[in-house]
Each structure stands twice: as structure tokens, then as C-alpha cells.
Nanobody, 120 residues
Framework: VQLQASGGGLVQAGGSLRLSCKAF????????MGWFRQAPGKEREFVAA????????YYTDSVKGRFTISRDNARNMVYLQMNSLKPDDTAVYYC??????????????WGQGTLVTVSS
């Protein structure tokens, strides 16, 4: 599985961005798809995940109510809609996938990062 993330950019605090992740190479019927981020000088952290089979979603507490993860089965794509962005959301965002449908396990496949910068 190859993953290609896009949609990052510069936005003012309070603004919105939508990240996209396209999966190539196979269907994702029992996969989990996740978004992670890594801020400068910090470790990579989990942001959100979605189970491809039934659409169940999971979020880290800091983004609940602001971010929404969704999928498009027909296009093999996952999205991360980010609203009410804060400077603390500034990071490189990565999409990831794993054939084991568990959002808090290790992810096997990773895309390249896309940079999100939120100015105050």
C-alpha cells in the first residue's frame, strides 16, 4: 500500500484546512487509516483514525470537536477536516494504514508528510 498525503498549508488561527490521503495498491476493506502529526522538537502523536470496514472513528482529546476524519470508499481516500485551528496544531501531518483494524496499534504503511502551519 502506498499513501500520498496532501492539503497542508499556512492558515491563520481559527481557520480550516482539509488534508487528503490517497491509498494506492490495494483495497482497504479491513484496514485502519490514521492521521498522525509531529511538531518541531516533539514526538509523533496520534491524531485520528477510522476503521475502513464500518467507519468507526477515534480522536485524540486535543482535536475532538474540531477535527473530523472521513473516508471515501470508492476513491480509496481518507480526509482530515481541521476546523478552529490553533497554533499548537502546527506540525507535519502523516497518514498511515494498517491491515489490522486497531486504531492504537502499530501502523505498517506511511505516507509522506504534509506541513500544516497555523499562525497566531
Amino acid at each position: 500500500v502506498q499513501l500520498q498525503a496532501s492539503g497542508g498549508g499556512l492558515v491563520q488561527a481559527g481557520g480550516s484546512l482539509r488534508l487528503s490521503c490517497k491509498a494506492f495498491g490495494r483495497t482497504l476493506s479491513n484496514y485502519v487509516m490514521g492521521w498522525f502529526r509531529q511538531a518541531p522538537g516533539k514526538e509523533r502523536e496520534f491524531v485520528a483514525a477510522i476503521l475502513w470496514s464500518d467507519g468507526r472513528t477515534y480522536y485524540t482529546d486535543s482535536v475532538k470537536g474540531r477535527f473530523t476524519i472521513s473516508r471515501d470508499n470508492a476513491r480509496n481516500m481518507v480526509y482530515l477536516q481541521m476546523n478552529s485551528l490553533k497554533p499548537d496544531d502546527t506540525a507535519v501531518y502523516y497518514c498511515a494504514a494498517d491491515p489490522r483494524p486497531s486504531y492504537n496499534g502499530d501502523y505498517t504503511y506511511w505516507g509522506q508528510g504534509t506541513l500544516v502551519t497555523v499562525s497566531s
